[in-house]
Every structure is written in structure tokens, then in C-alpha cells.
């Protein structure tokens, strides 16, 4: 069974420019979180959807935004880049969005912004 | 304001030997308690959790104790294994008004353990 997929694994943008991170879950996980983990920090909850719709939204800026398809994978999107926002985006999936069990992450998308 | 805090950046620890990872937290509300190891260039894994009602969640060679009053937790690993080095973060889930767990998790920032052969 394919676990949590991210692309891209690896991304170099600019500052001022706009990035769009995917993730598919795993296969009958209808939640999906984003995390962001700057180095030398843990992760930090940006969003939770489920069924499409937010559940949950970390304290960051209005840069930040993400959506939810109804094959369930989602996208995070960030515009403006600054280069604070270089870091590893994390996606988590899970069977429902109450409480933490079951969260599994994928590997990442390291973002480098310059 | 950090609510999950691992004061130690790094141990290292002899392999066979116990290894002891500490968190402490600052937030009554949390009610679960979860460690996650994480290997450079993967996402971190779930390792083992505690619910706020328990004081001790085992799983083979893994160990969660829980201490309330002081708001502390700590993972024990016997035997220590050169495979178990990695990052170690704990996090944890808060409560919500209608009684069950929140779905975003709050982590600590991680001890990186070294296990010597």
C-alpha cells in the first residue's frame, strides 16, 4: 500500500513568488494535515481538512492557504515567499480528523526560498 | 510560548543501555500524549502514545511514562539499539470544548539520539 505521497520532494523558489505543495493521502484517509518544520524546530500545524473542508488552521499568515480535492489529496499553497518560509512542508493523513491517532506523514517537500 | 518543551537537544547512549528522552508541557488541556522518531529525508513515524488518564504505555522495547502533577513525560528505550538513532519529538493533543481530541498536534523541538555500537 502506497503511504502519504508529497511532491515535489524538492523545490527552489524566489522571494515574491508563489508555491503550490501536493499530498495524497493514504488510500481511505479522508483527513489531511500540513505541517511545517523549520530547521532545528518541530513541526508546526498550518491546516487540517476534512471532507474537503478546513477544520483547523494554525496561527500563520493569510499567505497560507490550502484546499482539499474530493479524491482527498490536497494542496498548500503559499504566495509572496519570503525567506522565512524555507523549510519542510509536511503532510499527514489519517481516517478522521478527531484527536491524533493514526497520523501518518509522508517525507516531506524541502522548500528553499532565495 | 512553547506548550511542549524537550530541553535536551541531544543525548548519547551506549548501545544495550537504557535511553531516557524527556518532555515537559505547560498546557493543562493536553490529553494525549504522543513520541514520533524521525530519520533525515522521511517524515517523522509514530512510535508510541499515552492518554492523560494513564501513567505508563508500553510497547516492546519502548516506554511512555506520564507524571501529571509535574506535567512531564518521558520515553524510555531498553535495550538502546544503533537503529534506534534519530530525532525523537514529542507532541501532544489538546482537548476540545465537546470533549474529544484536537487534531492538531503541538511538538517539542526534538532530541536527537545517538546510540554507539
Known amino acids: 500500500d502506497a503511504g502519504v505521497t508529497q511532491s515535489p520532494t524538492h523545490l527552489i523558489k524566489t522571494r515574491g513568488q508563489h508555491v503550490t505543495l501536493r499530498c495524497s493521502p493514504i488510500s481511505g484517509h479522508k483527513s489531511v494535515s500540513w505541517y511545517q518544520q523549520v530547521l532545528g524546530q518541530g513541526p508546526q500545524f498550518i491546516f487540517q481538512y476534512y471532507e474537503k473542508e478546513e477544520r483547523g488552521r494554525g496561527n500563520f499568515p493569510d499567505r497560507f492557504s490550502a484546499r482539499q480535492f474530493p479524491n482527498y489529496s490536497s494542496e498548500l499553497n503559499v504566495n509572496a515567499l519570503l525567506l522565512g518560509d524555507s523549510a519542510l512542508y509536511l503532510c499527514?493523513?489519517?481516517?478522521?480528523?478527531?484527536?491524533?491517532?493514526?497520523?501518518?506523514f509522508g517525507s516531506g517537500t524541502r522548500l528553499t526560498v532565495v | 510560548d512553547q506548550q511542549v518543551k524537550q530541553n535536551s537537544p541531544s543525548l548519547s547512549v551506549q548501545e544495550g543501555r537504557i535511553s531516557i528522552l524527556n518532555c515537559d508541557y505547560t498546557n493543562s488541556m493536553f490529553d494525549y500524549f504522543l513520541w514520533y522518531k524521525k530519520y533525515p529525508a522521511e517524515g517523522p513515524t509514530f512510535l508510541i502514545s499515552i492518554s492523560s488518564i494513564k501513567d505508563k504505555n508500553e510497547d516492546g522495547r519502548f516506554t511512555v511514562f506520564l507524571n501529571k502533577s509535574a506535567k512531564h513525560l518521558s520515553l524510555h528505550i531498553v535495550p538502546s539499539q544503533p537503529g534506534d538513532s534519530a530525532v525523537y519529538f514529542c507532541a501532544a493533543s489538546a482537548k476540545t470544548d465537546y470533549g474529544g481530541s484536537q487534531g492538531n498536534l503541538i511538538f517539542g523541538k526534538g532530541t536527537k539520539l545517538s546510540v554507539k555500537p
Open positions: 499527514a493523513s489519517s481516517l478522521v480528523p478527531q484527536g491524533p491517532y493514526g497520523y501518518t
